[in-house]
């Protein structure tokens, strides 16, 4: 492909031509090797349409921004200018969409944009809990710590999460797969049987009566309940979009049995971990609650920390605010309460964090532990009242004969 470029050299001066490349990824890098700063590039010609970057599917993993970060603190003790950290981690990264925002924020800030401001340009890839922190380094002048305990941060979360979504995802696919196979029982088994048990004559047990009637809904009016539910998904997928959706299930959420207490504390350690790494790098507390809030990731206790942020403009404290609330727990807001008489709320949200995070992961353990034994017995039930349904008929049949 052809890319039309205008660029600035080292000197100043501008530049226009045309290179060839086969994207514009790679036009970036060859650009870069010349020492040119890019300051637009288009392609010149119309791609073929299984050549072209589906931008839709694209998207920044958690685990790239915080390995990211990780190797821009190495790079930056090491003494390397931060244009070339960019440059260089952006080649290095796997990922063409990651790739080109490096470049493009490298370029933001050769130009004279500050880094956080760079990063703030793309909210997808950098929440605003990370742009403020590389703020308060840049202001500080302790950028490298900033990034060490952001890397560290997006870390720990990102297993965390990754712990109890792993929860989560393990039975609902065993119950998938168990639902699955009983469809398959009453479309493809259970119609063959049942012409043979009818014949028979003899009386069909209760749990017989109710797998024939079950297979002949299914096979009858299957399609029509497929239809339903993709058309009820997609209205409720549509509705979850709305402010209104989305207070719905952060709300339904916490209320789920033991999933919603796991869910409840992990928020609370993100907050305690959020709010630590805020106040520890400088942020007012005003501004340290409203950038929590949109941290937590869940509606609820976003709105309990946009009141608490009044009340505390208004003279209050954040114990007393979050205290009138039963998300969270008296020993939270204790905590919170001597932090604040003690002028150590720093030390106090650190040790929170670590407190529930371990109480995460040991419900997680503890939750992975029992939910096995526990599907093998629902499972081996349904299993029985399936076997008994269809093989006490065909048994008592051969009996008679």
Same mark, same amino acid.
């Given at each position: 492909?052809?890319?039309?470029?205008?660029?600035?050299?080292?000197?100043?001066?501008?530049?226009?031509?045309?290179? #060839?490349?086969?994207?514009?990824?790679?036009?970036?890098?060859?650009?870069?090797?010349?020492?040119?700063?890019?300051?637009?590039?288009?392609?010149?010609?119309?791609?073929?349409?299984?050549?072209?970057?589906?931008?839709?599917?694209?998207?920044?993993?958690?685990?790239?921004?915080?390995?990211?970060?990780?190797?821009?603190?190495?790079?930056?003790?090491?003494?390397?200018?931060?244009?070339?950290?960019?440059?260089?981690?952006?080649?290095?990264?796997?990922?063409?969409?990651?790739?080109?925002?490096?470049?493009?924020?490298?370029?933001?800030?050769?130009?004279?944009?500050?880094?956080?401001?760079?990063?703030?340009?793309?909210p997808k890839v950098f929440?605003?809990?990370?742009?403020?922190?590389?703020?308060?380094?840049?202001?500080?002048?302790?950028?490298?710590?900033?990034?060490?305990?952001?890397?560290?941060?997006?870390? #720990?979360?990102?297993?965390?999460? /990754?712990?109890?979504?792993?929860?989560?995802?393990?039975?609902?696919?065993?119950?998938?797969?168990?639902?699955?196979?009983?469809?398959?029982?009453?479309?493809?088994?259970?119609?063959?049987?049942?012409?043979?048990?009818?014949?028979?004559?003899?009386?069909?047990?209760?749990?017989?009566?109710?797998?024939?009637?079950?297979?002949?809904?299914?096979?009858?009016?299957?399609?029509?309940?497929?239809?339903?539910?993709?058309?009820?998904?997609?209205?409720?997928?549509?509705?979850?979009?709305?402010?209104?959706?989305?207070?719905?299930?952060?709300?339904?959420?916490?209320?789920?049995?033991?999933?919603?207490?796991?869910?409840? #504390?992990?928020?609370?350690?993100?907050?305690?971990?959020?709010?630590?790494?805020?106040?520890?790098?400088?942020?007012?507390?005003?501004?340290?609650?409203?950038?929590?809030?949109?941290?937590?990731?869940?509606?609820?206790?976003?709105?309990?920390?946009?009141?608490?942020?009044?009340?505390?403009?208004?003279?209050? /404290?954040?114990?007393?605010?979050?205290?009138?609330?039963?998300?969270?727990?008296?020993?939270?807001?204790?905590?919170?309460?001597?932090?604040?008489?003690?002028?150590?709320?720093?030390?106090?949200?650190?040790?929170?964090?670590d407190f529930y995070n371990?109480?995460?992961?040991?419900?997680?353990?503890?939750?992975?532990?029992?939910?096995?034994?526990?599907?093998?017995?629902?499972?081996?039930?349904?299993?029985?009242?399936?076997?008994?349904?269809?093989?006490?008929?065909?048994?008592?049949?051969?009996?008679?004969?």
């Amino acid at each position: 492909m052809k890319f039309n470029y205008l660029a600035r050299t080292k000197d100043g001066e501008t530049q226009t031509g045309t290179i #060839k490349a086969p994207d514009q990824t790679a036009a970036l890098k060859v650009l870069h090797g010349n020492d040119l700063v890019i300051l637009k590039l288009k392609s010149s010609e119309k791609a073929f349409l299984l050549t072209k970057r589906i931008k839709f599917f694209e998207k920044v993993k958690r685990k790239e921004v915080f390995i990211f970060f990780r190797q821009l603190a190495i790079l930056i003790e090491a003494d390397v200018p931060l244009i070339e950290s960019l440059r260089a981690l952006g080649q290095q990264t796997d990922n063409p969409a990651f790739e080109e925002t490096l470049f493009n924020i490298a370029n933001d800030v050769d130009g004279g944009t500050s880094f956080s401001k760079a990063l703030a340009k793309y909210p997808k890839v950098f929440s605003n809990f990370c742009v403020n922190l590389i703020k308060t380094g840049e202001v500080s002048g302790r950028l490298q710590e900033s990034l060490i305990y952001l890397s560290n941060y997006l870390e #720990k979360e990102y297993y965390l999460v /990754s712990r109890v979504r792993g929860a989560m995802i393990y039975p609902a696919f065993i119950f998938a797969t168990f639902m699955i196979v009983g469809v398959l029982v009453l479309v493809m088994v259970i119609p063959q049987l049942t012409s043979i048990l009818i014949e028979s004559g003899q009386d069909l047990p209760i749990p017989t009566k109710i797998i024939i009637a079950a297979s002949d809904f299914v096979r009858g009016f299957g399609w029509i309940v497929v239809i339903a539910l993709l058309i009820g998904g997609g209205f409720l997928w549509r509705y979850l979009k709305t402010s209104k959706g989305k207070f719905f299930w952060d709300r339904l959420v916490l209320r789920i049995p033991i999933f919603g207490k796991i869910l409840q #504390k992990t928020y609370l350690a993100r907050l305690a971990d959020t709010l630590y790494a805020l106040i520890k790098g400088g942020v007012p507390i005003i501004e340290g609650l409203t950038i929590s809030g949109n941290v937590v990731g869940n509606i609820i206790f976003r709105k309990i920390l946009e009141k608490a942020k009044e009340g505390v403009k208004a003279g209050k /404290s954040i114990s007393s605010e979050l205290d009138k609330h039963k998300q969270f727990p008296p020993l939270f807001c204790q905590m919170i309460r001597t932090g604040e008489k003690t002028g150590k709320l720093n030390m106090v949200l650190e040790k929170l964090s670590d407190f529930y995070n371990k109480e995460v992961e040991n419900i997680v353990n503890n939750l992975s532990q029992l939910i096995e034994p526990v599907l093998i017995v629902v499972l081996a039930i349904g299993v029985a009242v399936l076997v008994f349904a269809v093989f006490m008929p065909i048994y008592n049949l051969a009996g008679a004969f």
